[in-house]
């Protein structure tokens, strides 16, 4: 049963409504740093980190202290909109984070079934670098729960999940803040 643990990327530079791709601000580069002293001291494990700039920089520290890259997987990637202008996607985000799973379209469906689907075919414990809406996919998968957001993991917090055969297992749930779109 490899052990995951789920690392939000720590607190970026930008927002939906005014970056595709924003980096870490200087708060998150300090939270990427305690992550890396949190698991620094253990062995190391498999890294696994989403494309987007955010989570690459937070994953940082910690492959600094272990000597490795993460993989790069799009499949942990924030979930993708489909609208592409900033002011459509921050519009869209903030009508789709209160919905469900069972009411979005093909797109977003198949979106969460390949999160859960990369997740579930790590060989070994590994640490995934990835977005809110990302955990909470895996997290409902896990639960049962349908909800599109069903916690509010806080930047850097730490959802450990196991699998168990092609399944999830929730096993605790990360930090949690209050988590403003914008």
């Not at 600094?64 to 002011?87: F, K, M, N, Q, S």
């Not at 093909?106 to 809110?132: E, G």
Request: with cysteine; net charge negative.
């Amino acid at each position: 049963m490899p052990k995951l643990y789920l690392v939000r990327h720590g607190e970026a530079s930008g927002t939906w409504a005014d970056s595709l791709d924003p980096g870490l601000s200087e708060l998150g580069k300090s939270q990427a740093q305690k992550v890396a002293e949190q698991f620094g001291s253990m062995e190391p494990l498999q890294l696994v980190s989403s494309p987007l700039l955010r989570c690459q920089e937070t994953s940082g520290p910690l492959a600094a202290v272990w000597g490795g890259e993460p993989t790069i997987e799009r499949a942990v990637a924030e979930v993708v909109a489909p609208h592409e202008g900033l002011d459509e996607r921050i519009a869209w985000l903030r009508e789709f984070m209160p919905g469900r799973w069972g009411d979005q379209g093909p797109d977003q469906q198949s979106w969460r079934a390949n999160v859960v689907r990369a997740l579930t075919d790590l060989p070994q414990d590994t640490v995934i670098f990835t977005h809110f809406i990302a955990i909470n996919a895996a997290v409902g998968a896990a639960t049962g729960d349908d909800r599109i957001v069903n916690f509010r993991p806080d930047n850097c917090s730490v959802t450990i999940m196991e699998t168990v055969v092609s399944e999830l297992r929730l096993v605790e749930l990360g930090v949690e803040a209050e988590t403003k779109v914008n």
